[in-house]
């Protein structure tokens, strides 16, 4: 057969003497040049635009130029046969995040979790009448792990009627209003998209849909649906939005914490991969719409958040693994929650979960931070900035949020308000932050002083290290320690009305220890002996204003009297001591603790003596407290605690 049968098609034409001209090129010819075919016959490369007829060059199964085909009529141009077509759904591939490296599968994990060990959960069940701070207050498993509430009724919270559809939500939040549209396959954002745009996708047959998305970050504050959404009781009881952000600077015009009211819509067969929301918040999460009631509208995966829990999370999150590894495999164990249209679910603070879809959803939810664990929330914070999480995806405003929290608990623990041992617990948390806050302001590099200073809301907080080192004192002083308690012990509140904090008893007293993380082993006696006072007076002058007034004083044993000096003060000491006895495996420990205060008065006189001292100020040492510790431990094991103030009078306190 004189034709050959090597395929011809369309390919890149071989380098040529000169490659922008072909046989057929003439001026005036428009179109695309970088396309070539070379004719069967002749072997020779012609511009499918020069010699072409407009039809799909990809489509060319044989081809041949005008003189050859000139040459022997009997040559035509063929076509390739048409694939099969099946009209069965067939899974299209993402080229896209196929060159990039990323799996573009999004049944893969639900693939991956047919082949593991999940748990099948025993969480709470808990009616709606029975969520509220009475309670979180007085069971102390309350908030630790997820509740499910099967009938809204109770709850006390406002959600559109259940015909509510995606197609209202955009006529009410507006067809125009942008979208974040998450890629399921990738677990990345699809730019571009409106909620008109989204509304004509969920409508769209299943079939027909090209790729598997949902929305997960739709904040509707400030809309007209906003006004038929409103939180559980007890979310708004814990907010801290809600509690301790000020009204006045809330609403449309201000920046301020949006994340109360959110709209979730997603299609069957939707995954959202393992995450923890922004800043350890706890989330409600009520299912508007599924499918039938009675049938699953949502399966949640829920990882526990202890500390092994969350540290696999955080060498998980952000990585390569984070694509091509099952989180489940790296911690202690996965359960799994099953939600059906009209259930509503409270999730806590830190718990690391993923969420399938297996019909379409339209779900309203929101984020919340509250006091009853902020040392998680604080650990989730500390995770996102070893991960990089971008800000963008940080809870907002989350710093300038715990100051005002911070100056709200301080004037209540002024005036002498009780809080909860779970409360307390969170607000050391929260002190040591605001702490550690203050002192980048006063320590940290130029940048980190101006972002800490822009964190603090000058509207309410003037002093922002002052307040936080106050804060922190007086947490400690309301769970029970003291400045001179060695073993900072807390008592058991036990004095709650209700579940409410109320103002403090003088005839409050401790009924019990309680230690986060140990047992500290007690006395077996404890004695305090009767208090010893003495009072005389002695010829000794005034503390001069030189320099080396504060070592002569500090001298403890030294007492300069001088029997010439006409100056005289009256001295008036007390001693207070206690003794501690225990048995130990080895044999009997002990310890003596004893405190003396003393207080120097020198008479007033009609002039003053050389130098002054009245206009000097006398500053604490480091800082402390007037008197000071000293505690010796004897070969014999007992140790002695001295406190020893020295106060004159005429506007002077001496530290001794």
């Given at each position: 057969m004189?034709?050959?049968?090597?395929?011809?098609?369309?390919?890149?034409?071989?380098?040529?003497?000169d490659e922008d001209m072909c046989p057929s090129c003439r001026e005036g010819v428009q179109g695309e040049k970088s396309s070539w075919i070379r004719c069967d016959a002749c072997k020779i490369w012609f511009?499918?635009?020069?010699?072409?007829?407009?039809?799909?060059?990809?489509?060319?199964?044989?081809?041949?130029?005008?003189?050859?085909?000139?040459?022997?009529?009997?040559?035509?141009?063929?076509?390739?046969?048409?694939?099969?077509?099946?009209?069965?759904?067939?899974?299209?591939?993402?080229?896209?995040?196929?060159?990039?490296?990323?799996?573009?599968?999004?049944?893969?994990?639900?693939?991956?979790i047919q082949s593991k060990p999940i748990k099948d959960d025993n969480f709470r069940r808990m009616k709606g009448a029975d969520v509220g701070l009475e309670w979180l207050e007085n069971d102390e498993t309350a908030m630790r792990e997820p509740i499910v509430v099967e009938n809204p009724e109770g709850l006390r919270m406002k959600m559109p009627s259940p015909e509510f559809s995606v197609q209202d939500v955009a006529d009410e939040v507006g067809h125009e209003t942008p979208v974040e549209v998450i890629d399921v396959a990738s677990q990345s954002n699809s730019p571009g998209w409106t909620l008109g745009r989204w509304a004509e996708y969920y409508n769209t047959e299943p079939s027909k849909r090209d790729k598997i998305r949902n929305v997960i970050s739709l904040e509707i504050s400030g809309t007209k649906l906003a006004d038929q959404?409103?939180?559980?009781?007890?979310?708004?009881?814990?907010?801290?939005?809600?509690?301790?952000?000020?009204?006045?600077?809330?609403?449309?015009?201000?920046?301020?914490?949006?994340?109360?009211?959110y709209c979730l819509m997603g299609v069957a067969s939707a995954w959202t991969d393992w995450h923890v929301d922004f800043a350890g918040s706890s989330v409600y999460y009520h299912i508007l719409r599924g499918c039938k009631v009675g049938r699953l509208s949502q399966v949640f995966y829920f990882i526990r958040p202890t500390p092994a829990n969350l540290q696999a999370y955080e060498r998980w999150s952000g990585t390569e693994m984070q694509s091509n590894?099952?989180?489940?495999?790296?911690?202690?164990?996965?359960?799994?929650?099953?939600?059906?249209?009209?259930?509503?679910?409270?999730?806590?603070?830190?718990w690391i979960h993923a969420v399938h879809t297996p019909v379409?959803?339209?779900v309203f939810g929101g984020n919340f931070l509250?006091?009853?664990?902020?040392?998680?929330?604080?650990?989730?914070?500390?995770?996102?900035?070893?991960?990089?999480?971008?800000?963008?995806?940080?809870?907002?405003?989350?710093?300038?949020?715990?100051?005002?929290?911070?100056?709200?608990?301080?004037?209540?623990?002024?005036?002498?308000?009780?809080?909860?041992?779970?409360?307390?617990?969170?607000?050391?948390?929260?002190?040591?932050?605001?702490?550690?806050?203050?002192?980048?302001m006063e320590r940290g590099t130029e940048?980190?002083?101006?972002?800490?200073?822009?964190?603090?809301?000058?509207?309410?907080?003037?002093?922002?290290?002052?307040?936080?080192?106050?804060?922190?004192?007086?947490?400690?002083?309301?769970?029970?320690?003291?400045?001179d308690d060695e073993d900072l012990v807390r008592p058991v509140q036990t004095n709650m009305v209700n579940g409410h904090k109320r103002k403090r008893s003088p005839a409050s007293a401790a009924?019990?220890?309680?230690?986060?993380?140990?047992?500290?082993k007690g006395w077996d006696v404890v004695n305090e002996l009767p208090r010893e006072s003495d009072e005389r007076v002695v010829n000794i002058h005034r503390p001069k204003t030189s320099d080396i007034w504060e070592r002569e004083w500090m001298e403890w044993n030294k007492e300069s009297e001088d029997q010439a000096q006409e100056e005289r003060a009256t001295v008036e000491k007390t001693i207070d001591v206690m003794i501690k006895v225990r048995k130990t495996e080895n044999g009997v420990e002990r310890q003596r603790i004893e405190r003396v205060m003393e207080k120097w008065v020198w008479k007033a006189e009609s002039s003053k003596p050389e130098g002054d001292f009245q206009d000097v100020e006398m500053k604490p040492i480091e800082d402390a407290p007037l008197g000071c510790e000293v505690t010796k431990e004897e070969e014999q094991g007992t140790e002695v605690d001295v406190i020893s103030p020295l106060q004159t009078t005429q506007a002077m306190e001496v530290a001794a």
């Amino acid at each position: 057969m004189e034709d050959e049968p090597e395929p011809t098609q369309a390919e890149s034409a071989p380098t040529k003497t000169d490659e922008d001209m072909c046989p057929s090129c003439r001026e005036g010819v428009q179109g695309e040049k970088s396309s070539w075919i070379r004719c069967d016959a002749c072997k020779i490369w012609f511009h499918w635009a020069c010699v072409g007829d407009g039809s799909d060059l990809e489509s060319i199964n044989k081809w041949f130029c005008g003189p050859c085909m000139t040459e022997k009529p009997s040559r035509v141009m063929t076509f390739k046969v048409p694939a099969r077509k099946s009209s069965r759904k067939r899974t299209q591939l993402d080229y896209a995040n196929l060159n990039a490296g990323v799996e573009s599968d999004p049944s893969r994990w639900l693939r991956v979790i047919q082949s593991k060990p999940i748990k099948d959960d025993n969480f709470r069940r808990m009616k709606g009448a029975d969520v509220g701070l009475e309670w979180l207050e007085n069971d102390e498993t309350a908030m630790r792990e997820p509740i499910v509430v099967e009938n809204p009724e109770g709850l006390r919270m406002k959600m559109p009627s259940p015909e509510f559809s995606v197609q209202d939500v955009a006529d009410e939040v507006g067809h125009e209003t942008p979208v974040e549209v998450i890629d399921v396959a990738s677990q990345s954002n699809s730019p571009g998209w409106t909620l008109g745009r989204w509304a004509e996708y969920y409508n769209t047959e299943p079939s027909k849909r090209d790729k598997i998305r949902n929305v997960i970050s739709l904040e509707i504050s400030g809309t007209k649906l906003a006004d038929q959404v409103l939180p559980p009781r007890l979310v708004r009881e814990l907010d801290w939005v809600e509690k301790f952000w000020p009204s006045t600077r809330k609403g449309k015009g201000h920046a301020y914490p949006k994340v109360q009211l959110y709209c979730l819509m997603g299609v069957a067969s939707a995954w959202t991969d393992w995450h923890v929301d922004f800043a350890g918040s706890s989330v409600y999460y009520h299912i508007l719409r599924g499918c039938k009631v009675g049938r699953l509208s949502q399966v949640f995966y829920f990882i526990r958040p202890t500390p092994a829990n969350l540290q696999a999370y955080e060498r998980w999150s952000g990585t390569e693994m984070q694509s091509n590894v099952w989180l489940g495999d790296m911690v202690d164990e996965v359960v799994k929650v099953t939600l059906h249209a009209g259930n509503t679910m409270i999730i806590p603070t830190g718990w690391i979960h993923a969420v399938h879809t297996p019909v379409d959803s339209l779900v309203f939810g929101g984020n919340f931070l509250h006091s009853y664990n902020i040392a998680t929330q604080l650990k989730v914070i500390d995770i996102e900035k070893a991960t990089h999480v971008p800000k963008k995806f940080r809870f907002p405003l989350f710093v300038k949020l715990c100051w005002y929290v911070g100056d709200k608990y301080l004037r209540d623990l002024k005036s002498k308000e009780e809080f909860p041992p779970r409360v307390l617990d969170s607000l050391e948390a929260l002190a040591h932050f605001l702490v550690s806050e203050s002192q980048a302001m006063e320590r940290g590099t130029e940048v980190a002083k101006r972002e800490a200073k822009e964190n603090v809301p000058s509207d309410r907080v003037k002093d922002a290290p002052a307040l936080a080192r106050e804060l922190r004192w007086r947490v400690r002083l309301a769970a029970g320690a003291t400045s001179d308690d060695e073993d900072l012990v807390r008592p058991v509140q036990t004095n709650m009305v209700n579940g409410h904090k109320r103002k403090r008893s003088p005839a409050s007293a401790a009924v019990g220890v309680q230690f986060r993380n140990f047992q500290p082993k007690g006395w077996d006696v404890v004695n305090e002996l009767p208090r010893e006072s003495d009072e005389r007076v002695v010829n000794i002058h005034r503390p001069k204003t030189s320099d080396i007034w504060e070592r002569e004083w500090m001298e403890w044993n030294k007492e300069s009297e001088d029997q010439a000096q006409e100056e005289r003060a009256t001295v008036e000491k007390t001693i207070d001591v206690m003794i501690k006895v225990r048995k130990t495996e080895n044999g009997v420990e002990r310890q003596r603790i004893e405190r003396v205060m003393e207080k120097w008065v020198w008479k007033a006189e009609s002039s003053k003596p050389e130098g002054d001292f009245q206009d000097v100020e006398m500053k604490p040492i480091e800082d402390a407290p007037l008197g000071c510790e000293v505690t010796k431990e004897e070969e014999q094991g007992t140790e002695v605690d001295v406190i020893s103030p020295l106060q004159t009078t005429q506007a002077m306190e001496v530290a001794a």
